[in-house]
Structures are given as C-alpha cells and as structure tokens.
C-alpha cells in the first residue's frame, strides 16, 4: 500500500537504529510522510507540542520512565492522535493494559516487516490495530468472564513492584524507583502473593516465567 497523503508520524523510543528502521518502513508506505524522532518523553512531548501528529509510535520503556504514565498527558495535548505501541515486552500481559489506558493498538518489536506494515497502515485507515491473538484472548477474556493471565489480576502499580522484585530490587530501591513510601512497598508485596495465591519470590519468578517474556 502506496500513499502520496502528507502524513506525520512521530517515532518515540530510545534506540536510534530501531527508530531509523520505523521510519524505512514508513517512507515505502507513505511517499509525502514527514517522520519526527523522539528519544525520551521530553523530546516527545516537544514534538507534540509543536506539530499535529496523525500517527505515535510509542515504546513501552524510556530512561525516563514508563509511557504508561503518560498516555494521559499525550492525550491531554493532542486529543485525536493514534497511538501505536511498540515493545518488547509480552503483547498477552500488556496489550489490554494499554489498550485500556488510552493506546490505540500494539505491537511487538518481534512482529516482522508486513505485520509492522499491516499495523501502520491499519493505523492510519481505521485508527486502531491489534493482533490476532489479542482478539482471541479478549473473546476468551469475555466468555469465561475471567483473566486467563494471573498477571492480568495485577493492578499497573502492581505489575510493576513485581516486576523489581523479580529482579532482585530491595523495598529500599523500589520505592526509590516508584516514589511511594516504604510501609506501601510491604503492602504491594502482600497484595500481589496474595492475588497469585504465592507465598515465596521464587514462586513469582516462576508465574513471570510462564507467563511474561521479562521472567526469562
């Protein structure tokens, strides 16, 4: 698919190889798209400020923190722009979370060049893209009226505790990461045991195994 339609894209993440690549993709699509860079939230944001932008590509992890929070503050900025998640980490435990937090698709860094076209142009066309296992696991979801993902029972905050802790993060250092209080680390950690009906690390590192990319 060829397109002569002066589109802006806006390609946000932190490796400059990656993003260059993006935008190769995108000039075959597009013949008149003009693509901006981001390396961080900053730079995003600056670009989103300046610019109306048709289509954001966003990785999930920044230096600077996580998109999740700000999907709202790109939101606030530019109401109507498609927001298009790229990562590498595990579509199956993140899709929905940011589906449901503002994005308009997602996509795995592992997807190969016609699924990144495939999603681009969709995108564009209708404004939103998931995968085919995606749809599955929200027709499953809705059925059986439950996660099939344990993880899925996590809040964000949650997941993302839990996600120090499986590497080996002290209290001290999550909530040096996370800005939340010591007392509030202890009661995430019992929150999260308790949700996965665990009682040890190691039976976390495994649940992170079996069922997210980052437990490997």
């Known amino acids: 698919m060829k397109s002569s339609d002066n589109y802006q894209f806006l390609i946000a993440d932190d490796h400059s190889i990656l993003r260059q690549g993006v935008s190769l993709i ?12 981001a390396g961080n939230f900053k730079d995003t944001f600056k670009v989103l400020r300046d610019t109306k932008i048709d289509l954001l590509i966003l990785d999930i992890h920044f230096p600077d923190g996580n998109s ?21 980490y595990d579509e199956s435990i993140y899709a929905m979370r940011y589906l449901n937090a503002g994005a308009s698709g997602y996509l795995s860094k592992e997807s190969s060049e016609s699924e990144m076209k ?3 142009g969709s995108m564009i ?36 505790v839990a996600r120090l802790l499986i590497k080996g993060y002290g209290n001290l250092h999550i ?5 939340v209080k010591k007392t509030t680390v202890s009661t995430y950690k019992y929150r999260i045991f308790e949700k996965l009906q665990i ?10 195994q079996l069922f997210s990319d980052e437990g490997n």
């Open 175 to 179: 909530l040096e990461t996370l800005n």
């Open 26 to 37: 995108i000039k075959e699509l597009f013949l008149n798209a003009t693509v901006h860079h």
């Open 199 to 208: 009682d040890n690390l190691a039976s976390l590192i495994e649940l992170f």
């Open 118 to 120: 495939n999603a681009i």
């Open 68 to 88: 999740l929070n700000i999907l709202k503050e790109i939101r606030s900025i530019q109401p109507k722009v498609k927001i298009l998640m790229f990562s590498g």
């Open 125 to 160: 066309l209708s404004g939103k893209y998931i995968t085919s296992n995606v749809k599955d696991r929200i027709l499953d979801s809705y059925i059986s009226k439950k996660p099939l993902n344990p993880l899925d029972l996590l809040s964000n905050r949650e997941l993302e």
